[in-house]
């Protein structure tokens, strides 16, 4: 079966800890994304990666990490620096060789207690 | 001002009527046009994508782009209670997508 997996589907953090959201495709596409939604908000992107060892920031990058090591795997940190957290992470990638339409994972639900 | 602006609702409708979906933007640079599919606490599934001006339709579902007006539309017809969901339009340009904030819609059996 092709597509994106998130993990895991809920996570609990303490204030002031990093916590890292993982996020694999199996589609062989160039392009991953994450995005934070919010009650309300449509999607906000955060980070972008449209080939291996390169990222740039999005919208809202301030207080998350990102990392392309491989082309399968675009993980991402949220670091004690981001002042409100909690929210869904969507993950999407993108055939670069194709269409703009991007297609997502299940997504992670992030809560800071 | 929002780049994409959509009617967070909600929008309640009988099984089988006619469900209506709306987004305006300002940015003339969008080329492609989506729509999204959002079930509770699922991520967004690609329902439709289109490029020109013009009507596309693919079962029940009708999409529509006005370029020169920046207002697009997706048409559901003889809804179900199953099309009960969040939609979300989102729009592009330079490989980013931009979205709206998502109508939620419920279909009533």
């Known amino acids: 079966d092709g597509g994106i997996t998130q993990s895991p589907k809920y996570l609990f953090r303490k204030e002031g800890q990093n916590v890292t959201l993982s996020c694999e495709q199996n589609l062989n596409h160039d392009a991953m994304y994450w995005y934070r939604q919010d009650p309300g908000q449509g999607l906000r992107l955060i980070y972008y990666?449209?080939?291996?060892?390169?990222?740039q920031k999005g919208d809202i990058a301030e207080g998350y990490s990102v990392s392309r090591e491989k082309k399968e795997s675009f993980p991402l940190t949220v670091t004690s620096a981001q002042k409100n957290p909690t929210a869904f992470y969507l993950c999407?990638?993108?055939?670069?060789?194709?269409?703009?339409?991007?297609?997502f994972g299940p997504g992670t639900r992030l809560t800071v207690l | 001002q929002k780049e994409v602006e959509q009617d967070p609702g909600p929008l309640s409708v009988p099984e089988g009527a006619i469900v209506s979906l709306n987004c305006t933007y300002s940015?003339?640079?969008?080329?492609?046009f989506m729509w999204y599919r959002q079930y509770s606490r699922k991520g967004p599934e690609l329902l439709m994508y289109?490029?020109?001006?013009g009507n596309k339709e693919d079962g029940r579902f009708t999409a529509q782009v006005d370029k020169s007006s920046k207002y697009i539309s997706l048409f559901i017809r003889d809804s179900q209670p199953s099309d009960s969901a969040t939609y979300l339009c989102?729009?592009?340009?330079?490989?980013?997508?931009?979205f709206g904030a998502g109508t939620t819609v419920t279909v009533r059996a």
């Open positions: 940015n003339s640079a969008f080329q492609y």
């Open positions: 989102a729009m592009s340009a330079d490989y980013k997508l931009s």
């Open positions: 990666s449209q080939i291996v060892n390169d990222f």
């Open positions: 289109t490029y020109s001006s």
């Open positions: 999407a990638s993108r055939n670069a060789f194709s269409t703009d339409t991007q297609y």
